[in-house]
């Protein structure tokens, strides 16, 4: 069981734990395709899922992972933009402590919100992506849609490729490969690519974090190739010129496929931007899981709100 | 009235002064130096403590007026005598800025009304801070401004930043600058590095500060303008202006103790209170901020002190506004932190932001006004924000024990502020 109240991020999770998490999602997997999708587990649990920016897949995903467990789940969408003087992270935290929620799923596009509304609740609260910061459950479900694949975390090589700068996805899989050991190859153009991107692991996990700025080099005899969004809003801050240049050398064809390993598997967060990062053809090609990923999402989340509510009973 | 300040160490480097006597205080000004026996007069025992002519934080947000919540002149001045500072020059960011005579009358009268230390007022440089055309730099002297700056903003504008270099000569007013590309710095809320990125936190780059450093440098050579850089904060600003005072060039620079005590490592948790600008910068800088400290480079120290109301500091730390507290905390971690000789002390606290602001006569000697610092280099003792004299509490130093303290501050020879005896 999860010693944390909270999850926050994978930067602070051991690779026990995320082995936990991850076997935990193995056994959930299966409640997924009963007939009666439904367990008891978390029956009388009261899980909110706070979204203070838009998302539909995390939040759907979220809200299914669980009433699979019979827990009570209630969505707010609250916007940012009426977020003023005096109505602060540290007002909708006591708001909901007092309504006596056992969990919050917060997503936020300010990073570290998750961390302070955790140490103002008594509610666990679990990231659901902080601004640039970290996006844990992505970064669990890819881990388990790898090792679904691969059968193993360990000596991979995966390929990020895309808006790194800006990508709380990136950094949460980071720290979660290079923790076993995998090789992760950061690609972005110069523009994407935050400043000492390649100490964003500490000096134990560094030797497996690479970074550069050739596709080629990052796809080359590539396990995994995990695609990032790219937003339209940073062509008018001039990180890249067009699309159709960004295209060219970030984009993910079929020729460029062919350079990974016969047997490479291609993932992407969503949703994805056709033509912009990837090719049609690749989106829905033989080496796509990005189907298995959205599966693996309801397990993954499944176990998390498992693993911080159900273990601890009645009290925390 | 009267006051004996009896048996301190007396120093005062402007006058090479060194040695243990008393001091009679007549009228708010020092009368005599040397044996006094005293009959009838108030006595002030400074024995095993240094009497160092008065401290003067030459940068702080009063915040009066405009944002009356955070901050008064009143309690601004009130922080300052707690924190040893018998004079403040004052940031002309209020709301409206300072940038005209009737505005800096209104600081001057206040100030004497409420402030238990001097308020020197900063006029802006442009009109309503906008960077777009000059102030009335002249008026706002002739009604007592020290200086002139943007503070809180640069001016980006160079050819506006040259005429003030040149206009603000007519006065021989220092030109502060915020140095700060507002380009390189877009959305930034931290310094640009490691901890920026691994905290997926927009970052400011040491580049925003020393590129406008060094145009301003070029600036201030072709015009002979009086340029002080505030709270420098980054390695390469401290090797330039080391390189242009070297080079005769008419520069003084200070810094904030929170860029020589914290680094960028201080956001990990998010803190706002860790959230100013510039931003805490990496140790490499903090390294060459402390060099340029004890080398001379940096001319004074100065607080920044940036009060804010505690429910805009309590958003996400993206929104949070930049800034903290300063005054209360600025000569304790001076002292623990840095351990100068006592001479250098006194003279980055005072003598030379005395020098830069030209705020005369300034000193200990007879005939000077009675402001005086009295200093205990070794008391111990621990920082409560929870008793600060300030309106606002946002200061990452909470519960910090530090070494040495400013024990009383004399203001006209009135003891405006004293510690408890140990």
């Known amino acids: 069981m999860l010693t944390h109240k909270d999850l926050l991020g994978i930067a602070t999770l051991s690779r026990e734990e995320i082995v936990e998490i991850l076997d935990t999602a193995d056994s959930f997997q299966e409640v997924s395709s009963r007939p009666i999708k439904k367990v008891p587990t978390l029956r009388g649990k009261t899980v909110i899922n706070l979204f203070f920016e838009a998302s539909t897949r995390t939040r759907t995903s979220f809200e299914i992972a669980g009433k699979r467990l019979s827990a009570d789940v209630v969505n707010i969408s609250a916007s940012t933009s009426s977020v003023s003087k005096g109505e602060t992270l540290i007002d909708t935290a006591r708001t909901l402590d007092a309504m006596a929620a056992d969990c919050v799923v917060v997503r936020h596009a300010s990073s570290g919100a998750p961390k302070t509304l955790a140490g103002l609740t008594k509610a666990s609260i679990v990231n659901g992506g902080d601004g640039a910061h970290e996006h844990p459950t992505q970064a669990l479900l890819d881990a388990f849609t790898i090792r679904q694949r691969k059968k193993r975390l360990n000596d991979l090589k995966v390929a990020i490729i895309g808006d790194i700068a800006h990508s709380r996805v990136a950094r949460s899989n980071v720290h979660l490969l290079t923790k076993f050991g995998s090789h992760v190859w950061l690609c972005s153009a110069p523009t994407l690519m935050p400043v000492e991107a390649k100490n964003l692991v500490g000096p134990e996990n560094s030797q497996y974090l690479h970074v550069t700025h050739s596709m080629d080099e990052a796809i080359k005899d590539a396990d995994v190739i995990m695609m990032l969004r790219v937003q339209f809003e940073r062509m008018s801050e001039s990180f890249f010129p067009s699309v159709r240049e960004y295209f060219r050398y970030w984009g993910l064809t079929r020729q460029r496929v062919e350079k990974a390993k016969p047997d490479v598997i291609i993932m992407h967060p969503g949703p994805i931007n056709r033509g912009v990062e990837i090719a049609t053809d690749v989106a829905d090609g033989p080496y796509s899981v990005i189907l298995d990923q959205v599966t693996a999402g309801v397990a993954v989340r499944m176990s998390v709100l498992y693993l911080l509510l159900g273990s601890h009973g009645s009290t925390d | ?422």
């Not at chain 2, 309503?128 to 503070?151: C, F, H, N, P």
């Not at chain 2, 927009?202 to 145009?215: F, H, L, N, Q």
């Not at chain 2, 003084?252 to 956001?267: Q, R």
């Not at chain 2, 005939?367 to 929870?386: E, H, N, Q, Y």
Request: hydrophobic share 40%.
């Open chain 2, 1 to 422: 009235m009267d006051l004996l300040i009896r048996n301190g160490r007396l120093v005062d480097p402007g006058r090479k002064i060194d040695t243990v006597t008393d001091i009679l205080v007549r009228d708010g000004k020092i009368r005599k130096i040397g044996q006094v026996d005293s009959q009838d007069i108030p006595v002030f025992d400074a024995a095993k403590l240094i009497v160092a002519p008065g401290f003067f934080d030459i940068h702080v947000h009063l915040r009066e007026p405009g944002t009356e919540e955070a901050e008064t002149i009143a309690t601004g001045g009130q922080a300052a005598v707690a924190g040893g500072f018998t004079a403040v020059a004052a940031m002309p960011n209020t709301k409206p800025p300072n940038d005209n005579p009737s505005m800096t009358h209104y600081i001057v009268s206040e100030a004497k009304r409420s402030s238990p230390a001097r308020v020197f007022p900063i006029g802006a440089i442009s009109k309503d801070q906008k960077g777009e055309t000059l102030a009335e730099i002249g008026e706002m002297y002739e009604a007592g401004i020290v200086g002139i700056s943007d503070d809180g903003k640069p001016v980006m504008d160079a050819q506006l930043f040259r005429r003030a270099l040149e206009y603000a000569q007519l006065f021989d007013l220092p030109v502060i600058q915020h140095c700060e590309d507002l380009h390189l710095s877009k959305g930034g809320v931290m310094h640009e590095g490691v901890h920026s990125t691994r905290l997926g936190l927009k970052g400011i780059p040491a580049a925003a500060e020393s590129t406008m450093v060094s145009r301003d440098l070029i600036l201030s050579q072709m015009t002979g303008g009086k340029y002080h850089v505030a709270h420098l904060s980054t390695r390469q600003a401290v090797e330039m202006v080391r390189q242009a005072k070297a080079s005769g060039i008419r520069i003084s620079a200070e810094v904030t103790p929170h860029h020589f005590t914290l680094t960028d490592a201080a956001v990990a948790e998010y803190d706002t209170n860790a959230k100013m600008n510039p931003p805490l910068r990496s140790e490499d800088d903090v390294a060459a901020v402390v060099a340029g400290i004890r080398d001379g480079t940096i001319d004074a120290i100065a607080s920044d002190h940036a009060p804010h109301h505690i429910n805009l500091k309590m958003l996400e730390f993206d929104r949070a506004p930049f800034g903290i507290t300063g005054l209360e905390t600025a000569v304790g971690l001076a002292f623990t932190r840095l351990q100068l000789p006592i001479e250098r002390m006194i003279d980055m606290f005072s003598l030379n932001p005395q020098k830069i602001m030209k705020v005369a006569p300034w000193g200990i000697f007879e005939g000077s006004p009675a402001d005086l610092t009295i200093l205990d280099p070794a008391r111990k003792w621990t920082f409560d924000v929870v008793k600060t004299r300030s309106k606002s509490r946002n200061s990452p130093f909470h519960g910090w024990e530090l070494t040495g303290k400013a024990v009383a501050t004399i203001v006209g020879g009135k003891v405006v502020h004293e510690e408890k005896r140990l």
